[in-house]
């Protein structure tokens, strides 16, 4: 969806989703979020990372990202699984599994930002679904302030539901057409505070609406008469207007024009700073997530396959499927990028209705070798908060490759 009204509206405010970033700093509208500088070395209480963990019950090895002290939320070998009855069976057939999230754990600090990225059908949207609680868990803890929200009823969930929020990846498709702008942010407010006084209520709209780069005159209008990108910003207002601990942004600007993600990004690292947000953000580009990460978790088919901050991962990784993923990032200088070589996976991405067994990869991984097929990698620590469920992590790459033809050219 592209951000054309933003250019044409007369209502719109000078330089708001149209040329120029809101904040402070941002990059021009005709780049990237890749072009920004990036994101500065997040603090070390963030990465004290404990020994990995153990065996699991009778799945194997769990897949830690590493503890932190005093995290604000701890997913502890999460699974989510789906029911799936094959087309045209019969009533008493019973139905297969589609284990989409398989035994993800990692912990998340007061005000760290988590990257999560992946191929599509990796599972990234369940986990971040699972955690908001609206689908169901099938095992495992998911922990928020010591509390285990996987093993709540939903009466008592939904006390704890104004501190997690979610930005949904289709800005309008999110948004009710039938709701005015005002009560549509307004919503959540009188949904879990009630007692709000409607003067307080239209104050704090006007007040978001301001803070996320809205003008407060438009809270009469409706969705459809906005642009992709402020559509976005309304999402980002509804989900802020409850002063939430912890904001889960679901591909939030995979719908938006390139120039339109580096203000939704950059608006949101602002608002991260000010309000002291945890966040989860899930994309499928590793600019826009390294952009924004402080670390960041590359998942595959339901698994964690490489954990570490975000600048180490973008120039180390050691995970075959990391370095697949950023390999496939195409290079602006067009000799060097007919001149490099890449890793090549073969094959699609196997069902989860039958994954592999042992390493979820093995069957594309240019690595793989007999023991794969064994049992699940352990995630090993490299130190730095660095952690790769790959054993044969150290054998050369494409990547590797790669970059010494790079430096001898």
């Avoid at 057939?93 to 999560?116: I, N, R």
């Avoid at 809270?219 to 976005?232: L, T």
């Avoid at 990391?322 to 001149?339: G, K, W, Y």
Wanted: proline share 11%; aromatic share 4%; net charge neutral.
């Amino acid at each position: 969806m592209t951000d054309r009204k933003d250019e044409t509206k007369p209502h719109q405010a000078p330089g708001r989703d149209a040329a120029a970033d809101p904040t402070p700093g941002a990059p021009p509208a005709s780049g990237t979020p890749a072009a920004t500088p990036p994101s500065p070395e997040p603090a070390d209480v963030a990465h004290k990372d404990a020994p990995v963990a153990g065996e699991a019950e009778g799945t194997g090895t769990k897949q830690y990202t590493g503890a932190i002290e005093n995290p604000i939320l701890r997913v502890d070998d999460l699974r989510v699984a789906f029911d799936i009855r094959p087309r045209g069976a019969w009533p008493w057939t019973p139905s297969k599994k589609l284990h989409a999230v398989g035994g993800v754990s990692f912990d998340l600090a007061p005000g760290e930002s988590l990257g999560v990225v992946g191929e599509s059908g990796s599972g990234k949207s369940t986990l971040a679904r699972a955690i908001v609680g609206t689908i169901g868990s099938t095992g495992g803890r998911i922990e928020f302030e010591g509390e285990d929200l996987a093993s709540m009823s939903e009466r008592q969930r939904r006390a704890h539901r104004k501190d997690v929020q979610m930005v949904f990846q289709d800005p309008l498709a999110a948004l009710n057409p039938r709701m005015t702008v005002g009560d549509i942010i307004a919503e959540p407010l009188i949904t879990h505070e009630p007692k709000t006084p409607r003067k307080e209520v239209r104050r704090r709209v006007a007040e978001l609406m301001e803070r996320v780069g809205l003008l407060p005159n438009l809270v009469n209008r409706y969705p459809h008469e906005f642009s992709g990108g402020q559509c976005q910003r309304i999402g980002i207002a509804r989900a802020l207007i409850l002063k939430p601990k912890l904001l889960i942004c679901d591909e939030p600007v995979s719908a938006l024009d390139v120039s339109v993600q580096a203000q939704v990004v950059n608006l949101l690292k602002e608002l991260q700073r000010d309000m002291g947000l945890a966040m989860i953000f899930i994309a499928h580009d590793l600019s826009v997530v390294k952009h924004i990460s402080d670390r960041i978790v590359v998942m595959y088919l339901g698994r964690v396959m490489e954990v570490a901050p975000s600048k180490m991962l973008a120039t180390e990784p050691e995970h075959p499927y990391t370095q697949a993923l950023i390999a496939s990032v195409p290079i602006p200088d067009p000799v060097l990028e007919r001149q490099r070589q890449r890793p090549v996976l073969g094959g699609e991405l196997p069902s989860p209705m039958s994954p592999p067994s042992g390493c979820v990869f093995r069957t594309r991984c240019p690595k793989a070798k007999p023991d794969c097929a064994q049992g699940l990698p352990p995630m090993l620590d490299l130190g730095g908060g660095h952690r790769v469920a790959c054993p044969y992590h150290e054998e050369p790459s494409v990547l590797d490759a790669a970059r010494q033809s790079r430096r001898a050219g």
